[in-house]
């Protein structure tokens, strides 16, 4: 017993260093896209928590990681401090996951170092290692539910607060839990009584943060419009292959490689057919677990028809819903009506679930190996090496550009707010709001730009995501420099130079909006 126990505090301990050595290396070739950039510049530019709050508003997703982030750019405004907020949780979800969970150790090995524990959820810097922490930990405390009530409670109400997809596993298993607390079902493992006190406790409890999770989840125009898209076709057919990418992320082979997929959508959606087959098969003889398991792949099904189409990263919870609820049929002992022994069918599953186990493991080592030499050889996104070359021009320069979202990634590397042609204003992370309508005209744009430089006497920098037609222009505009063609995410940005002229035309001067401070 001791000599296990040491056995598997040495594999996870070391393998676990392993990995964060790894993570170390690899995460100082990675170049943060703003998707990742966007939640430190929420906390960095927000003095108060309240205007955080407000700041977020359209970012659709809960409070718990931008709120951690605002902590901690109290203290420091150094982008690098974001990486390793985020490989902290990255090292705990693998420490927890390769010391506690029930899966053979070359599976939790392909796992952690494969194309979602090292690349998706590792390397990048988003809010999906916050929430693998918290799953793993409410797997890893499961048989403790009740005994230790407030606490599993707590890991819920946590889980809920990291994004949507945990507020869809932490709801279902609350619904498990009180389902079991109740005795809804015949016998349930760890069975506790708890007082009516306890429960009603409990119940607030949960029913309190999960509230809270969604209505920091709700944008304001959600609230006024259709929540849901018309339905199409075509993405209930895409939707329907995502089972099968969630488990086996084989992308294409190019450069571009994030989002895609290897295989035609017809073959994957036969594929996903086949693991939802052997997955109803494994959770049959467990049918609080089978109800749980697919109402959550109904939900996430519907999510991705009605909602958003959805990435890898998103479609990627049908494969941790599935390793969630294996982790915890392990507590369940079967028991049967009559003393006959299982059928044939079920004693052959094990091995075909574990063969599945592996072939998605296998495939995400894959997946993962190409995915981390391409952003060892290639840029991520292009904004770090944007702002090393507006770091190179003189200081006197004004810089500005015609887009809020793309362009925050630029604010981030650079350290400071660049000026937002369309809104008139500094801006240093950009909001989703779609009663906005700040799209400029090409022709409009370079005049407001000339107005600017006009007005801050002194060139400016136009930092642009289209390409402009600047020889029909009629002013005077310089390109010096184009950003395309090597990275990952397919963005472009063109950098154009524009001097003010040497007699200023009043009228363009007084059409622009007054610069402010945003």
């Known amino acids: 017993m001791i000599r296990s126990f040491l056995r598997d505090n040495y594999f996870a301990i070391g393998f676990t260093l392993l990995y964060a050595l790894l993570l170390a290396w690899l995460m100082q070739y990675h170049e943060m896209w703003f998707d990742e950039t966007e939640p430190w510049l929420l906390a960095l530019y927000s003095d108060t928590y309240g205007e955080l709050l407000d700041n977020k508003r359209f970012e659709g997703h809960p409070n718990l990681w931008y709120s951690l982030l605002f902590v901690i750019t109290k203290f420091t405004s150094n982008l690098k401090v974001l990486q390793v907020t985020q490989a902290l949780f990255a090292i705990s ?98 069975w506790m009584p708890l007082s009516s006190l306890k429960l009603i406790a409990g119940a607030i409890i949960l029913a309190a943060g999960y509230l809270l999770s969604l209505w920091s989840m709700v944008r304001p125009n959600e609230s006024n419009e259709s929540t849901f898209t018309l339905f199409h076709p075509y993405y209930l057919y895409q939707a329907a292959a995502r089972v099968w990418q969630a488990f086996a992320p084989v992308p294409e082979f190019t450069t571009t490689f994030w989002n895609t997929s290897y295989l035609p959508t017809r073959f994957e959606i036969l594929l996903s057919a086949i693991i939802i087959g052997i997955l109803f098969a ?67 599953l094990a091995p075909v679930l574990r063969t599945l186990l592996i072939i998605a493991a296998f495939f995400q080592v894959i997946a993962g190996i190409y995915a981390l030499v391409i952003d060892w050889q290639h840029p991520f996104f292009e904004g770090k090496k944007v702002a090393a070359f507006l770091r190179s021009l003189p200081r006197n320069y004004s810089i500005a550009t015609d887009d809020g979202v793309v362009s925050s990634n630029i604010t981030a590397y650079l350290g400071k707010p660049i000026y937002n042609l369309p809104t008139g204003n500094l801006k240093s992370f950009y ?67 524009i001097n003010p002229l040497a007699i200023a035309p009043k009228q363009m001067v007084a059409e622009y909006p007054a610069v402010k401070a945003y």
Not at 110 to 138: D, H, K, N, P
Not at 301 to 315: A, D, I, P, T
């Open 93 to 190: 979800f693998v420490f927890v996951f390769l010391r506690f969970s029930p899966y053979p150790k070359v599976i939790r090995l392909m796992v952690c170092f494969g194309y979602y524990g090292l690349f998706e959820y590792g390397i990048i810097s988003r809010l999906y290692a916050i929430e693998l922490f918290f799953l793993f930990l409410a797997c890893t405390f499961y048989p403790k539910r009740f005994s230790h009530w407030y606490w599993y409670l707590t890991l819920l109400v946590l889980l809920a607060q990291t994004n949507l997809f945990a507020f869809f596993m932490a709801g279902v298993l609350g619904l498990l839990l009180f389902s079991e607390a109740v005795k809804f079902w015949k016998s349930s493992p760890h």
């Open 431 to 497: 909001t989703l709001n779609p009663n906005e309508v700040n799209d400029l005209k090409q022709n409009v744009l370079l005049e407001w730009a000339m107005a600017l430089a006009q007005q801050k006497s002194t060139p400016v920098i136009l930092v642009c995501r289209y390409e402009l037609p600047f020889q029909w222009a009629s002013i005077p505009i310089r390109p010096i420099a184009i950003f395309r063609g090597n990275s990952i995410t397919p963005y472009a940005f063109f950098i154009y130079k």
């Open 282 to 348: 494994a959770f049959f003889r467990t049918k609080r677990l089978l109800f749980s398991l697919f109402l959550l792949f109904f939900a996430s099904f519907c999510l991705f028809v009605l909602k958003m189409e959805g990435s890898m990263r998103h479609h990627a919870h049908f494969f941790f819903f599935t390793i969630a609820f294996l982790w915890i049929k392990t507590h369940y002992t079967q028991t049967y009506s009559s003393p006959s022994p299982p059928i044939p069918f079920q004693q052959k």
